[in-house]
């Protein structure tokens, strides 16, 4: 059973609410309970959501208060001259990509309906009501805790479970068959997305920041461990040991051993290079399962190869 946890979200909900309608009521709104209302739905994960949704209410809202306006003072104030009113709104919200706003309008649209005749002050109020909501929301929404540290710490671990499979790669190419649960491979998987969800969630709280280093140094990694995942079966369908695949298994065994957020793919793609050119003057295989394994471990190298052309078009981290 997980320990009950009060989030920071929660925590600025509940004072937005209470602020929101506090400011209402002094204001002297009528309806102002409302306001809480519309605090509690413009309160969002990042703060560009926070302002997406905020402007799509106030839309709604607006354009609910226009339509309200035509059709009741026009029509009448009946449940069928809402019910008529709202197949055209709504459409009409879509179309203006207000549709976040939509519950949040038909509040407004009832306040409306309720007074059985809509005068200017009735709309300045209800103006006011949305301006009060959204207003708290927004200051609300300007504090966002870091998550600079949470990131640091997905890197660390997934560079760690990098490091652990290489090791599991090395110790097959020099002893063969071992016990490796591979539960490394689940593991990375699932902090990978996180650390991207979290990464991306980063840059919608900077309005002026389009992209996120983190972010993309988790997108490498996660091309870098489909690439991984190819060189798993590869490796396990060795049949025999070789001198080249203990020269790999020592390529590799460095190659884990330099696992970080930096860029160093350049000085491993010169060791490659020239482990492949030594490799061309080797013997050629005299059994059939030699020719295998080393056509098997050729391809492993260029599977290699990518992995570090990959990193190579990462700049790193600070």
Partial sequence: MKPFRIGYRTIKTALGTAAAISLAQLFGLQNFPSAGIIAILCIQVTK????????????????????????????????IVIGFMLLLFIPVAVMA????GIVT??????????????????????LALIATGIGVALI???????????????????EANFASIFRQMELYLLEGDNQ???????????????????????????????????????RM????????????????????????????????KDLREHIHPGNT?????????????????????KTRDEFETRACLLHLVRELEQYLVMKSYFKGLK
Avoid at 106 to 120: C, G, P, Q, R, W
Avoid at 180 to 194: M, Q, V, Y
Avoid at 265 to 285: T, V
């Fill in 105 to 126: 309008s038909s509040v407004i649209i009832l306040h409306l309906y309720a007074s059985n005749h809509i005068t200017l002050s009735l709309i300045l109020n209800e």
């Fill in 180 to 218: 490796w649960d591979g539960k490394e491979i689940t593991e990375t998987a699932s902090i990978i997305h996180e650390a991207k969800t979290l990464a991306f969630r980063d840059v919608e709280n900077h309005f002026l920041r389009n992209e996120n280093l983190y972010y993309h140094y988790f």
């Fill in 48 to 79: 560009k959501k926070s302002l997406q949704s905020s402007w799509a209410r106030f839309l709604a809202c607006s354009i609910a208060i226009l339509f309200s306006f035509v059709f009741f003072e026009l029509f009448g104030y009946s449940p």
């Fill in 97 to 100: 990509k207000a549709k976040e």
């Fill in 265 to 285: 793919a350049h000085m491993f793609l010169r060791k490659l290079h020239e482990m492949k050119a030594s490799f061309q003057e080797m013997e050629l295989p």
């Fill in 221 to 252: 990694r996660e091309k870098q461990f489909e690439l991984i995942e190819r060189l798993l079966p590869l490796i396990s369908n060795l049949s025999v040991t070789v001198e080249q695949g203990e020269m790999i298994a020592d390529f590799i």
């Fill in 140 to 158: 609300m929404n300007l504090y966002m805790p870091s998550v600079d540290r949470r990131l640091e710490t997905y890197q660390k671990k997934i």
